[in-house]
């Protein structure tokens, strides 16, 4: 390491920061969980990919929390639209059943996914879903 000049005391150099970053990371568990509690706005989508694959596509519509959006914020927007995928059998069976105005939970992950379009390569952000529950029926 070499040594610091007189015009580099008092300044942290940007390999120590980054390795400060690093300890501190390391010693905190990184974790990548999500548990949504909601309505379903639309019936479920599935759909069999090139691959052969099956991919299950549905909403969760989830009321955001008073306060949401920082102090002083307008609350314009009330509901969060949550996108969900699953290529889990059971989930897909289940979300498949689910009817619009059904209060559901589902637990995953939040995944980036990407995927070929006409225009490119393109990619979105959802949640993975390996667990799924209906709560309550929609009322008749």
Known sequence: MRRARPADR???RPQEVVSVETRVVEDVE???EVRLVGRVP???D???LPSGDVLCSFRVAVTRQPGAGGAGARRRQQ???LECVTWNGRVRRSAVSWQVG????VTG???RRFFTTAGGTASRV???VSGARRLRRAPS
Do not use: C, K, M, T
């Open 10 to 12: 008092g300044r942290v």
């Open 30 to 32: 990184l974790v990548n």
């Open 46 to 48: 599935e759909r069999v």
């Open 102 to 105: 059904d209060v559901v939970e």
């Open 109 to 111: 992950a939040l995944r």
């Open 79 to 81: 509901v969060d639209s």
């Open 126 to 128: 959802e949640v993975e």
């Open 42 to 44: 639309v019936p479920a």
